[in-house]
């Protein structure tokens, strides 16, 4: 049974950075699609960044392009999340999520993932 596990979320001020991490066990993390999605107060949960299973690729909501980064460590078996130049927007619950298989169009659609992280909490001040 695959479990997922993220750390790393805390409180900041706008136009500051934070790094979120996510270990994986069980199942085969080298071969699994990796993604964060971020789920604020009374909002849908929303697809924010993911990784192909050999980091080649990498997907970005518009909201987040060119201010969050994903990438990932198979040795690990750890994907990160980080994130500067942050907004007030941006305060959310953080989830890691795992799936077997992501096509572009779908990799930050939640119903790709069928493995989920508790949320780390992300409060940005402005």
């Known amino acids: 049974q695959v479990q997922l596990v993220e750390s790393g979320g805390g409180s900041v001020q706008a136009g500051g950075s934070l790094r979120l991490s996510c270990v994986v066990s069980?199942?085969?993390?080298?071969?699994?699609?990796m993604a964060w999605f971020r789920q604020a107060p009374g909002k849908e949960r929303e697809g924010v960044a993911a990784?192909?299973?050999?980091?080649?690729?990498?997907y970005y909501t518009d909201a987040v392009k060119g201010r969050f980064s994903i990438s990932r460590d198979n040795a690990l078996n750890t994907v990160y999340l980080q994130m500067n130049s942050l907004k007030s927007e941006d305060s959310a619950m953080y989830y890691c999520?795992?799936?077997?298989?992501?096509?572009?169009?779908?990799?930050?659609?939640?119903?790709?993932?069928?493995?989920w992280g508790q949320g780390t909490q992300v409060t940005v001040s402005s």
């Open positions: 999520a795992a799936g077997s298989w992501a096509p572009s169009y779908a990799a930050l659609n939640t119903d790709t993932y069928n493995n």
């Open positions: 069980g199942g085969t993390y080298s071969r699994t699609f």
């Open positions: 990784i192909t299973p050999n980091g080649g690729m990498t």
